[in-house]
C-alpha cells in the first residue's frame, strides 16, 4: 500500500469521531461497460440516502447547482453523445428561485459513452462529477470527485477492466476482466476526512476556533422549541376561552352541566361524569392532531414545503375571507347533519360510551364557531414552524384543555351557573369582532404569497393601509354604525362596546405611524405580521443583501469586526443553495432582524459554490483513497473546507458568531429555521460579546 493512503488511513481512524457531524448522503460507484463497435459506457452510479437528492445536469440559470460529469483521459478518447441521466426524476417549481427545477433521489446513474482514439492500447479514464445535495432544511456544500479505471481493449472490443486491476491493493487481480453494469462494482465511499496538514498549509485551520465549546450556551434549539410548544398551548387555551363565548358553545354550557349535576341521584357521580365528558372534550381535540402526526411521519418535509407555497397561502387568505364571512353572519359553516345525527344517537349507549359521544356531539355541532378558529391554528402553525405536527397537537391540547376546565370546574361549583351572563347580542358581537380579526390574518397570508411569488404587489404601506381600513369598520361596528344579519336593530351599545371601540381608535392611530418614512422601522409589535420593510414605496433597494455589503473573506470580515469591535456573523452560503434564499428572503427580511444583520455584526457571506478559480499555488487535491480524489481548486472548495475543518459540517445554510479573536461565541446553528429562532441566535450571542468585550 502506498504511503500516502496508509496516512489517509491513520487520520480516518483518528478523526472518525471527529468527522460524524460531515453529511455524507450520496455515494458513488464508478464502473466502465464494453459495447459493441469500440464504444463504451463510463457510468457514475449515485445513491442517495432517503429525504436528500441531487440536482439534474439541466437546470435553468441562477437555480441550483446542475451535475457535471466530464471524462477525461491523458491517452485520449473521443465522446459520443452527451451525458445520459436513468433515475427517480422530479420535476416542480421553486419558489426561492422562481424557476423549475428537476432533481433525482434514491437512485440516479450519469452514463457518458466514448472510444478510444488508440484502441491498441490500454487507457486511463478519469471520471470527473461536481454535484450538490439537499434536503427540505439545508443544502449541502458543492463536491467535486475524481474517479479513475483502466480500460485494457481486446480484439473484440469488448472488455473493460476495473479500476486499480494492476494496483497493489488488488494483487489477485488480472489484466482484463470482463464488466458489466451490477450495483456492486468498484464501490467508492465519499467520506470527507481531511489531512490537518493540507488545511494547514492552505491557511484554513483556525486554531482558536473551537465550536463544540462555546463562550455561551445561550439560543439553544432545545430551549426554543420546549418554548415555542408552550406558547402554542396557551394560544390554543385562549382560543378556546373565546369560542366558548360564541352562540354555538356558550347557551350549551349550562344545559350540559346542569344534566350531569341533576340528570342523577348520585351527586357524586354527576359530577365524576362531568369531568370525564371534560376529558373527552380534550382527548378529541388531541386526536384531530394525530392525522398531521402520518402525514408528517409519509413526507417529512411537506410543512416546509407548504409554508412557503403560493398557493397554499393564497388558499388560507380565501379560507380566512370565508371563515369572516360566517362570523359575519353571512352564512353557517356546518358539518354535515348525518355526522351530527349519528353521534347524537350513539349516545344513548350510557356509560363511558354515551359520555364520549357526548362529548363528541359538542365538538360537531360547535364547528361552525370553533372551525374558524381552529382554521387560525392550523394556519399559524403550518406557516410559522418546521415541527408543524407537535404545535398543532399543543395547540389543539390547549384549545381542549380550556373546555375540559370550564365544564369541569362548573360541575364542581354548579353555583356558579347562576354568576354566568345570560345569552343574548353580545355574544354575536363577539362573533363579528372574530370576523374582523379573521379578516386581518387573511392579509398576513396574502403577503406571504405576494413576497414568495417576488411579485411584490402588496406593499408595506398598502398592507397598513388595509388594516387601518379594517380597523375603522370594526370602531364603526362597535359604536353602532355599522350592522350585521344577526344584529338586534334596537340593541343599545353597551360600555364594554365603548370602550373596546375607543381602543380601536388608538390602534389605528397607531398603525398610522408605519406610513411614515424613518430610518428605523415603525410598528414593531406587528413585525412578524407585516410585510418586510424593504418591500416598500419608499425602499430603494441598492447592491447587496437588503443594502448590506457582507465580506466574501473570513479573514477580511475578522479584520473588520478587529476595527468596529463587533462579533462576526459567518453565513456558510451558496448561489444555489434554495434554503439560504428562503432563509434570506424570508427570515433576514422580517424587520426585528434586518437591523440586527445591518447595524449590530460584520456579516461575513461565504460561497461554498464560487466557481471562481483560486491562484494555482492554492489549488489541490485531497486523496479520498479507493481511487477517489477531492479537488480544491475554487473558492467554494476553499470555503467548503474550512467550513469542514473547523465546524466538522458541511450543510448550508450554517450560520456561526465570532469574536474579533476567533472564538465561537454560542452554539452554531443549521439551515432553514423560523424567524424565533434564527432572532433568539443573533441577540443572544450579540448581548454576551457587548457584556464581555
Aim: aromatic letters at 12%; proline letters at 5%.
Amino acid at each position: 500500500m502506498k504511503v500516502k493512503n496508509w496516512l489517509v488511513l491513520i487520520i480516518v481512524f483518528l478523526f472518525q469521531g471527529v468527522s460524524a457531524q460531515i453529511k455524507d448522503p450520496v455515494k458513488f460507484k464508478y464502473n466502465i461497460n464494453a459495447l459493441p463497435n469500440g464504444i463504451y459506457e463510463a457510468v457514475l452510479t449515485a445513491t442517495i440516502e432517503k429525504n436528500w437528492h441531487i440536482y439534474s445536469k439541466d437546470l435553468p440559470p441562477d437555480s441550483g447547482i446542475p451535475t457535471e460529469m466530464i471524462l477525461t483521459s491523458k491517452e485520449g478518447i473521443q465522446l459520443v453523445g452527451g451525458v445520459v441521466e436513468v433515475g427517480k426524476k422530479h420535476d416542480e417549481f421553486s419558489e426561492a428561485f422562481g424557476a423549475q427545477i428537476v432533481y433525482y433521489s434514491d437512485l440516479v446513474q450519469f452514463k457518458q459513452k466514448f472510444k478510444l482514439k488508440n484502441n491498441t492500447k490500454p487507457a486511463n479514464v478519469a471520471a470527473e462529477i461536481t454535484y450538490q445535495t439537499c434536503n427540505d432544511r439545508v443544502c449541502l456544500a458543492p463536491n467535486t470527485l475524481e474517479f479513475q479505471q483502466n480500460v485494457t481493449p481486446s480484439a473484440a472490443e469488448t472488455t473493460a477492466v476495473t479500476a486499480d486491476a494492476k494496483s497493489p491493493e488488488n494483487p489477485t487481480a488480472k489484466d482484463s476482466a470482463v464488466q458489466t453494469l451490477t450495483p456492486d462494482v468498484t464501490e467508492t465511499v465519499a467520506t470527507a476526512i481531511v489531512s490537518p496538514a493540507v488545511t494547514e498549509q492552505k491557511g484554513l485551520k483556525v486554531s482558536s476556533i473551537d465550536f463544540e465549546n462555546p463562550l455561551t450556551d445561550c439560543g439553544i434549539a432545545k430551549q426554543q422549541n420546549s418554548e415555542n410548544f408552550w406558547t402554542y398551548l396557551l394560544l390554543g387555551f385562549f382560543g378556546g376561552l373565546i369560542a366558548l363565548l360564541t352562540p354555538c358553545v356558550f347557551p350549551m354550557i349550562p344545559l350540559t352541566v346542569s344534566f350531569f349535576t341533576k340528570g342523577s341521584k348520585d351527586k357524586a357521580k354527576g359530577k365524576r361524569d362531568a369531568f370525564i365528558y371534560g376529558f373527552f372534550i380534550l382527548l378529541i381535540f388531541v386526536l384531530l392532531s394525530v392525522p398531521f402526526h402520518i402525514i408528517d411521519g409519509i413526507a417529512g418535509n411537506i410543512f416546509n414545503q407548504i409554508s412557503t407555497s403560493v398557493w397554499l397561502n393564497v388558499a388560507f387568505f380565501i379560507i380566512f375571507i370565508f371563515f369572516a364571512g360566517s362570523f359575519f353572519g353571512y352564512y353557517d359553516i356546518t358539518l354535515p347533519s348525518s355526522i351530527a345525527n349519528k353521534s347524537s344517537k350513539a349516545e344513548d349507549a350510557g356509560g363511558i360510551i354515551g359520555i364520549f359521544f357526548m362529548a363528541l356531539t359538542l365538538v360537531i355541532v360547535s364547528f361552525s364557531c370553533t372551525g374558524p378558529i381552529l382554521g387560525s391554528l392550523l394556519g399559524s402553525a403550518v406557516t410559522g414552524s418546521a415541527d408543524v405536527p407537535m404545535l398543532l397537537t399543543f395547540a389543539l391540547a390547549g384549545f381542549g384543555l380550556s373546555w375540559a376546565i370550564v365544564f369541569g370546574l362548573l360541575a364542581l361549583f354548579p353555583q356558579a351557573l347562576q354568576s354566568l351572563p345570560k345569552s343574548g347580542g353580545w355574544m354575536n358581537t363577539v362573533k363579528v369582532v372574530l370576523g374582523f380579526i379573521e379578516l386581518g390574518l387573511a392579509l398576513k397570508f396574502l403577503s406571504k404569497a405576494d413576497l414568495v411569488s417576488k411579485t411584490f404587489f402588496l406593499k408595506r404601506e398598502l398592507f397598513i393601509v388595509l388594516w387601518i381600513i379594517i380597523s375603522i369598520s370594526l370602531v364603526l361596528y362597535l359604536l353602532g354604525k355599522i350592522r350585521f344579519p344577526h344584529d338586534d336593530k334596537n340593541q343599545k351599545i353597551s360600555v364594554p362596546r365603548k370602550i373596546i371601540g375607543f381602543l380601536g381608535i388608538g390602534f389605528i392611530i397607531y398603525l398610522i405611524q408605519g406610513l411614515i418614512p424613518t430610518e428605523r422601522p415603525k410598528l414593531q409589535l406587528l413585525s412578524g405580521i407585516l410585510p418586510p420593510v424593504n418591500v416598500s414605496y419608499f425602499h430603494d433597494e441598492k447592491d447587496g443583501i437588503f443594502g448590506m455589503h457582507p465580506e466574501h473573506d473570513y479573514f477580511k470580515a475578522i479584520e473588520l469586526a478587529k476595527k468596529e469591535n463587533k462579533p462576526v456573523l459567518i453565513d456558510f452560503t451558496g448561489y444555489g443553495c434554495e434554503n439560504c434564499r428562503k432563509m434570506e428572503e424570508f427570515v433576514w427580511s422580517e424587520p426585528d432582524i434586518l437591523p440586527i444583520l445591518q447595524n449590530d455584526i460584520i456579516l461575513a457571506s461565504l460561497y461554498v459554490d464560487d466557481k471562481e478559480l483560486l491562484p494555482e499555488n492554492e489549488q489541490t487535491k485531497v486523496d479520498m483513497g479507493n481511487g477517489q480524489l477531492k479537488k480544491i481548486k475554487t473558492i467554494g472548495d476553499k470555503w467548503s473546507l474550512f467550513q469542514q475543518v473547523n465546524f466538522n459540517n458541511n450543510s448550508q445554510p450554517h450560520y456561526v458568531l465570532i469574536s474579533p479573536d476567533g472564538k465561537v461565541i454560542n452554539t452554531p446553528v443549521s439551515g432553514y429555521m423560523p424567524k424565533e429562532e434564527f432572532k433568539k441566535f443573533l441577540t443572544c450571542g450579540i448581548e454576551f460579546f457587548k457584556k464581555n468585550k
